[in-house]
């Protein structure tokens, strides 16, 4: 590209850097990312806002055109290493600023499943959007994930399955929650090639994710939901 | 002289492949998780009934039981040591059944995805992509496959390692990749893409075309994007029997035989030449493709709208190619690094 065209982060208005930020978040310039970060922090905007106004509404773009078969593995791979660059530089200024959670997610694929590109993109558009996700690689049996989901507090239980022989594992899963009176403490959400939403009520997960996307506006609604329940209780 | 695949390719208008490997595999007793291609030493003779089957379905080539067989895929099972070893076993056996046929058939060595995502996005190098497949290849060819058959590829990277472990290994190949993503590939390749980076490398396929992906009408709308983009080599159509539905613990393809018979001689129509099943396709389907191959005349090209009356509706309005190709967005600055 000619130098003209070059884009000075730092000439532009809050407004025109966010938007900016959306767009190469989009192309997946990393630098670029941590650059605007660093840019609206020392313009005194709150960490915070930085997170919701500048990244996840950037990763809601990149995750809508996922959604839609505009954008495919290699772009959202890109978006969300450069969304990661600018959370590293975030985290700790969010802890201590004491800055609202959005939620917190165990995800893994089960076990006898050891695929887990479409888990990847799970945590990480969750990570996009705020969450913290804890990653519990593949191949997981019952007690990982539920260990896992007590020590970490967590609100949200994620598992993924690739093969039409690990999928039915799942079920296990929840049936072992129901057993030990856990499954009413996380939203549950499955996701995979092979599901569908029949399988999902099936087995009794609050929820079928069909892609990446659909699971972090799932997550979403269903949080917001538990709030309200909270807030009415 | 020509390889065996070629021959036959002379001889026939149309030749059937065989159907799904892992589905039947698991209908014998192989528990989740478990990598098939152990059986190709622990449990020899369900490999070779596996074989068998296709092939008295009336299937002119079957896979090896391969498919995860290359380092990267055996050492989540501690078995990156054994691939020279299991490819070897898995092909010599299909070796075995394919000369007791009394018929021509091909004995295809299957090659699947490693599973790692290729740089720059992920962590695995052009070099190490060969490297592993090459490795692959040799026991294949040391077992005595006819061809390398590479299969339910997403990204074209990784199709290209894969073409040139083949000339590496002196052999011939077919590849085809898997279209489940909106109508392209999980990377987002589209089929007419596929067909031009078929047509630019070093050592083409002798066939290529889709495999896997979602069901029997989203892969036909596939092969009709290759024909559509001019293909200089034969197409290969391997698609799923149905969906998987999920019964009483177990899952099963709700593809019938007569649906399946109806996907061969529509993709044979729309211009497709070695045609198979994937997930799901068991030898009663091959049965009722193979007859309906055989006693059906060949018809005019299907369009979209029959596909969908005959195999079912496509699972997103657009497959990326023709008319409605577009659909980026609209962007302010344009920079790049």
Redesign the interface.
């Known amino acids: ?1 000619a130098d003209e ?3 000075i982060l730092s000439e532009l208005d809050d407004e025109e850097l966010v ?2 930020m959306h ?2 978040l ?2 997946g ?1 990393k ?2 990312i941590e650059e605007g970060v660093n840019i609206l922090l020392g313009r005194d905007w709150a960490p915070y806002d930085v997170l919701t106004k500048a990244l996840v509404a950037g990763m809601t ?1 990149v995750g809508a ?1 996922f959604r ?8 959202v ?2 978006a969300a290493n450069a969304m990661k660059a600018g959370m590293a530089i975030l985290k700790p200024l969010l802890a201590e600023t004491g800055a609202p959670k959005v939620g917190k997610m165990v995800i893994g694929t089960v ?5 887990d ?1 479409g888990k990847n993109l799970v945590g990480m558009m969750m990570e996009g959007a705020g969450f913290e996700v804890v990653d519990l690689g ?2 997981n049996p019952v007690e990982k994930y539920l260990e896992a989901l007590e020590r970490e507090e967590a609100d949200i239980l994620g598992m993924s399955a690739l ?7 799942m ?1 296990v899963v929840i049936d072992t929650l129901k057993e030990k009176g856990m499954r009413e403490n996380y939203i549950v959400l499955v996701g995979g ?2 599901l ?1 939403e ?2 999902g009520r ?2 009794g997960a609050d929820a079928y994710c069909r892609d990446a996307a659909v699971a972090v506006q799932t997550a979403k609604d269903f949080i917001a939901r538990k709030h309200n329940k909270l807030g009415a209780g | 002289m020509s390889d065996p695949l070629t021959r036959l390719l002379a001889e026939r208008d149309w030749l059937m492949a065989d159907g799904a490997t ?2 039947n595999l ?1 209908n014998m007793g ?5 990598p098939p291609e152990f059986w190709n030493t622990d449990r020899a003779d369900d490999i070779r009934s596996l074989y068998r089957g296709a092939v008295e379905a009336g299937s002119d080539l079957f896979l090896t039981n391969t498919f995860g067989g290359n380092a990267s ?1 055996l050492k ?1 099972h501690g078995a990156q040591g054994r691939v020279r070893e299991l490819n070897r076993i898995g092909a010599s056996l299909g070796r075995e059944i394919a000369d007791a046929a009394g018929r021509s058939v091909i004995v295809a060595g299957s090659m699947g995805p490693t ?1 790692e ?1 290729m740089a720059p ?2 962590e695995l190098t052009h070099e190490r992509a060969v490297a592993m497949f090459h490795e692959q290849a040799e026991g294949l060819k040391e077992g005595g496959a006819d061809v390398l058959w590479v299969e339910t590829i ?2 074209p990277e990784e199709f290209g390692a894969a073409a040139e472990a083949a000339r590496l290994a002196a052999m011939p190949w077919c590849g085809t990749m898997s279209f ?9 390749l589209t089929s007419a893409q596929m067909v031009a980076l078929v047509d630019r490398l070093e050592h083409p396929p002798i066939a290529f075309g889709a495999n896997c992906g979602v069901g029997a009408a989203d892969l036909m709308r596939t092969v009709l994007g290759f024909v559509a983009a001019g293909p200089e080599r034969p197409i290969i159509a391997k698609g799923n029997a149905g ?4 019964h009483d ?3 099963h393809y709700d593809g019938t035989p007569e649906l399946m018979a109806d996907y061969a001689v529509l993709a044979r129509d729309a211009g497709a030449t070695i045609i198979g099943g994937c ?1 799901g396709t068991m030898p009663e389907h091959l049965r009722a493709m193979r007859a309906a191959l055989e006693n059906r005349p060949k018809g005019p090209s299907p369009t979209l709208d029959e596909i969908a009356a005959r195999l079912g509706g496509f699972s ?1 309005a ?1 497959d ?1 190619t023709g008319e409605d190709a577009g ?3 609209e ?7």
């Open positions: 590209m065209e070059d884009i938007l900016q767009d190469d989009y192309d310039l630098e670029e773009i055109d839609d078969g505009i954008l495919f593995v290699p772009e791979l890109l076990k006898g499943d050891i695929h590109i593949i191949n093969l039409t022989t690990t999928m039915p594992y079920k090639a092979p569908n029949e399988f099936a087995i | 892992g589905t698991f192989l528990t989740a998780g478990e895929r989540l599973g995502i996005m992920g997403s990204a489940d993503t909106a109508g392209r590939t999980m990377m987002g969906i998987p539905k999920y613990g177990h899952i997930c997103s657009s990326g659909g980026g967005r962007r302010r600055g344009r920079r790049r690094g």
